[in-house]
């Protein structure tokens, strides 16, 4: 597709179930981040790729989050046993550009809705 | 480390009248300065950036922002307000060489009134 797409776009989970985020960003994009964003707040950076090398993961707020993006395209995150504090939108983007080049755009997906009851 | 403030989480103004949304920026280094808009239920959207070229930036929908290194802000303008406008701006820093590109504010929500 043209854009970064995200799914699902809305998921409830309940306290504790583990919930999978899948992310696909534009073709031909190298560079990945997860961002986190509660409600009424502005995204938080969880993580990055490079291609299929993590490169930061310095974001994810504990180790109950993963994410991973084996064959450097479709990506990942993860989160286990989720609490009512990881309630927010996880908002994927990409870029075509390595990190560092000169303010390359990063395109963001519509995000994943999470609530957990 | 850098950050970003937007004073104002909310500002109404007047369909017509002009939009200031307001930034300023902490950086050790000289940064590349961004602002998004995200519409309800939607991701975001690249309105504008500043990489150290022009100082006054630009971007979509009429809006420009123009940075101002000596009052370390990049506040965002539009001469005249259309309804469509509304919705919630990001500001955002990115320090070049950095992995996590960008770092936000969080948010200023745009109304317009008719």
């Known amino acids: 597709g043209a854009g970064v797409s995200q799914s699902p776009r809305y998921k409830v989970a309940k306290r504790g179930q583990d919930v999978a985020l899948r992310c696909d960003p534009i073709?031909?994009?190298?560079?990945l981040f997860w961002y986190q964003q509660a409600l009424g707040q502005g995204p938080e950076f969880l993580t990055y790729?490079?291609?299929?090398?993590?490169?930061?993961k310095s974001g994810l707020p504990s180790d109950r989050f993963f994410a991973e993006r084996p064959e450097g395209s479709v990506s990942t995150l993860k989160i286990q046993r989720t609490q009512q504090e990881d309630s927010a939108v996880y908002l994927c983007?990409?870029?075509?550009?390595?990190?560092?080049?000169?303010?390359?755009?990063?395109?963001f997906g519509e995000g994943s809705w999470l609530t957990v009851v | 480390a850098q950050s970003v403030t937007q004073l104002g989480s909310h500002v109404s103004v007047s369909e017509g009248a002009l939009v200031l949304l307001r930034c300023n920026y902490s950086s050790s280094v000289p940064p590349y300065l961004f602002w998004y808009v995200q519409y309800p239920n939607q991701g975001l959207q690249l309105l504008l950036k500043?990489?150290?070229?022009?100082?006054l930036v630009k971007g979509i929908n009429g809006f420009e922002a123009e940075f101002k290194k000596s009052e370390t802000s990049f506040h965002l303008t539009k001469p005249s307000a259309h309804m469509s406008d509304a919705a919630e701006y990001f500001c955002?820093?990115?320090?070049?060489?950095?992995?996590?590109?960008?770092?936000f504010g969080s948010g200023t929500q745009l109304t317009v009134l008719p």
């Open positions: 500043y990489t150290s070229a022009a100082t």
């Open positions: 790729f490079q291609n299929e090398a993590q490169l930061d």
């Open positions: 955002a820093v990115s320090v070049p060489g950095s992995a996590r590109q960008l770092t």
């Open positions: 073709s031909g994009h190298v560079s």
């Open positions: 983007a990409s870029s075509l550009a390595l990190q560092g080049s000169s303010g390359n755009t990063i395109y």
